[in-house]
């Protein structure tokens, strides 16, 4: 008998088929985070094109990344920027940095997306410093204990309209469990205690399944 991961999986295969075509850049940029010994983490191919069609509904010209990893999802929302666009992708580990870097070369993007290595809570507050332009989107995939220090980081780095999207909230159902001593899901519990009682953001939160198994994202749209 199938599991319900066996049917999410197939629906992601057949979803993919019709509506994510063959891509070798893509495809090598997981290969070769994969052979480096990347932790297999990056957000599934239909993830993927969500980020990318969201940057683009949002006709975002700067958007900031948490959390590089191998530099699948930052070619994804890079290739969704225009000409003049800008992606700037934080990354704590400098291994994973080099090769996110290459991936991202090799996807002809190295022009458009900037990567700052470092732990993001130290990273962040020089990028403030630099006093450019606020951030269209921002996309928070880095490590979960901390993901409402970089929400209030967002919040200061963006402006009204913004949006900012914050991955793997649900904790595979755990995030409902108030008994829990998982790090990271109580990191994410702190975020939905403060989201309610911050004026600047209207919120809501998906639960997701198929390839990458049951969890979800916020999505946090930033108001004047």
Not at 121 to 147: G, M, Y
């Amino acid at each position: 008998m199938s599991t319900e991961l066996d049917v999410w999986q197939a629906v992601d295969k057949y979803l993919g088929q019709r509506l994510l075509p063959a891509d070798p850049v893509l495809e090598e940029a997981l290969r070769s985070a994969a052979a480096a010994g990347l932790p297999e983490i990056s957000v599934s191919p239909a993830q993927g094109k969500f980020l990318h069609l969201l940057a683009r509904i949002c006709r975002a010209r700067r958007v900031l990344e948490l959390g590089t990893l191998g530099g699948y999802s930052a070619i994804w929302l890079a290739r969704a920027l225009p000409a003049d666009g800008t992606l700037v992708t934080l990354e704590a580990q400098p291994a994973f940095a080099e090769i996110a870097r290459a991936n991202i070369a090799r996807a002809g993007l190295a022009d458009r997306v900037e990567i700052i290595v470092g732990a993001a809570l130290d990273t962040l507050p020089a990028l403030k410093e630099r006093a450019e332009e606020p951030f269209d989107l921002v996309f928070i995939d880095a490590d979960k204990p901390n993901s409402l220090e970089y929400i209030r980081w967002a919040l200061q780095l963006s402006r009204p309209g913004s949006v900012i999207v914050l991955d793997n909230v649900v904790r595979q159902g755990a995030l409902a469990d108030s008994t829990s001593r998982d790090e990271n899901v109580a990191g994410m519990r702190r975020v939905f205690d403060f989201l309610p009682t911050e004026p600047r953001l209207s919120a809501t939160a998906l639960q997701t399944v198929g390839v990458k198994g049951y969890d979800g994202f916020a999505l946090l749209l930033v108001q004047g």
